[in-house]
């Protein structure tokens, strides 16, 4: 009987640790996810400025100005979107982090007790 709860608590350590494997890769793929969406805000932010800049000495008509300022506007709403995606990513990468850790203790605290049923 004491054999089949040691072995108990060692699968229990085991899945635990599988878990946190889990969460760590899931962690990785949302900071992988905030990479990108980042890199991506920051090309289309250096393509707005590309254009303002060689458009400022041009003399537009009021309907080019219009869809200038409409294309700009959607190109700066596409950012803030992405922007706002990598922080969501970023904080759900950090909730992943603390189940990593809370598997981990987890799995210790499984270890421990069957490191101790083994010495009863």
Do not use: H, W
């Amino acid at each position: 009987m004491k054999r089949r709860y040691i072995f108990k608590e060692f699968c229990e350590a085991a899945l635990a640790d599988l878990q946190a494997d889990l969460a760590s890769q899931r962690a990785n793929e949302k900071r992988a996810l905030v990479l990108q969406a980042n890199k991506e805000s920051d090309g289309i932010e250096e393509n707005i400025k590309r254009v303002a800049a060689e458009d400022a000495g041009k003399e537009f008509s009021p309907k080019e100005k219009y869809e200038n300022d409409r294309e700009r506007n959607e190109a700066e709403k596409i950012v803030a979107s992405k922007r706002q995606f990598a922080k969501q990513q970023e904080e759900e990468a950090k909730g992943s982090d603390d189940t990593v850790k809370m598997f981990r203790k987890q799995a210790a605290k499984s270890r421990e007790v069957a490191e101790r049923l083994r010495r009863l």
